[in-house]
């Protein structure tokens, strides 16, 4: 029925027409006679690499067995769009499931690609049940339709697709030895130095080298003050890689923000979310200047100019010291962070110099980093554009089955 709606040599599949269930179970993951375990969490989103894995020891419980080729398909979750094409033999988690090409209507290799694709994953999220963990079932998606070139066709797009995936697998492999080298960096730059250069924070603060300001509690600024529009507060939740995201943060008017003058953010300053994984720090770019504090959130404003505000703000960041700052935190449900225990931690003060060419250093590779991620993002938007005719193409088989 849908034929004649299309480009000559597509036709219209079901799922299970395009791709094999493959059910096989181990009850005693022990026992199976592989070297490789892959659970969701060794799945990376939007790749088809597997790059980390366990051994069959590690785990329990029932898992299923998949050979190389074969496609792991997180159904657990969708939204986080974890999908892979197995290089060798193992078992994975029960949460995901194992599928094998139908190789008369399906390419092997182009079969990832649509799963991959936003047509495919968006089906896949509107059939997922369950709202803490939504969760798909074979029987569901076995019945959906797709609309699928001709095999030479696939191969056409397959070839392309895979050099663009070709392409974002070197510059993953790439930003992963820029981490490396900038995690190097971080130990050479913070815990490598004489012990004559060493300062706790609480000294400091006592010599007004250093203060620190936590965010407005509920006696100070109620949660009657806030308006949808005006002067932004920033909690955690409205941070992201650095940034400030401002798509559900709230606001305070003109007389407020006057009154609240000491929870103002100044360019160089630096703050940090104090509950949960320490994740989010934010540098105060001039973009920035007058937004408020939130009360999850600790200030640091440095006021001496023997500590460069750069090089404090790379020390925070550095993966040593939010370890260490995990470690101390306070609280079982969510561990936070406080003025007093910030006041313990040291840090390594040399001299303005040795501060400027780590601060250099370390904003070289941020930049290398920032480069290699708009080239990531762009090769994942020439895959959505590539892969765009069948967003087309099933537009029409879905008008027809409604």
């Known amino acids: 029925m849908a034929g004649h709606r299309l480009k000559p040599g597509w036709k219209v599949w079901r799922f299970d027409q395009m791709a094999i269930n493959v059910n096989d179970r181990i009850d005693n993951p022990s026992e199976a006679d592989v070297e490789h375990y892959v659970g969701l969490e060794h799945l990376d989103p939007d790749s088809l690499r597997i790059r980390r894995w366990g051994v069959p020891t590690d785990v329990e419980a029932t898992k299923l067995c998949f050979r190389k ?48 694709s936003d047509l495919f994953m968006s089906r896949a999220l509107e059939i997922s049940v369950g709202s803490l963990s939504p969760t798909i079932n074979w029987k569901t998606l076995a019945a959906q339709e797709f609309a699928l070139p001709p095999l030479e ?12 995936e070709t392409v974002a697998e070197s510059v993953v492999s790439a930003r992963s030895r820029l981490y490396d080298l900038r995690h190097s960096v971080e130990k050479q730059t913070f815990l490598i130095g004489s012990t004559t250069d060493e300062a706790l924070l609480g000294t400091l603060i006592q010599h007004s080298a250093l ?6 509690f509920g006696t100070v600024l109620k949660a009657s003050s806030y308006t949808d529009y005006g002067h932004p507060v920033v909690n955690p939740s409205d941070m992201s890689d650095g940034k400030i995201v401002l798509d559900n943060c709230r606001f305070i008017g003109d007389a407020d923000w006057e009154r609240l003058e000491r929870y103002q953010v100044k360019t160089n300053d630096i703050f940090i979310g104090r509950k949960g994984d320490m994740q989010n720090l934010i540098y105060v770019t001039p973009e920035y200047d ?30 040593t010291t939010r370890q260490w700052l995990q470690s101390q935190a306070y609280g079982t449900i969510m561990p936070g962070i406080n003025e007093r225990l910030l006041a313990k931690m040291k840090i390594l003060l040399p001299n303005l110099k040795k501060q400027r060419a780590a601060v250099d250093e370390l904003e070289s590779i941020d930049e290398t980093d920032q480069l290699l991620q708009q080239r990531l993002s762009q090769t994942r938007k020439l895959k959505v554009v ?17």
């Open 69 to 116: 080729g074969d496609i792991i398909f997180g159904r657990r979750r969708v939204y986080q769009r974890k999908l892979a094409v197995a290089e060798f033999d193992g078992i994975c988690s029960a949460h995901a499931m194992v599928l094998r090409p139908q190789k008369d209507v399906v390419l092997p290799e182009f079969l990832p690609f649509f799963m991959q």
């Open 153 to 164: 066709e696939q191969r056409r797009l397959a070839t392309l697709l895979q050099m663009l």
């Open 211 to 216: 203060t620190l300001q936590t965010g407005p």
């Open 386 to 402: 590539t892969l765009s005719p069948l967003n087309e193409y099933q537009r029409s088989v879905d008008e027809l089955t409604q």
């Open 290 to 319: 007058g937004y408020l504090l939130g009360s999850d959130c600790i200030r640091f404003r440095v006021h001496d100019e023997s500590m460069l505000s750069q090089y404090f703000y790379f020390y925070l960041r550095a993966e």
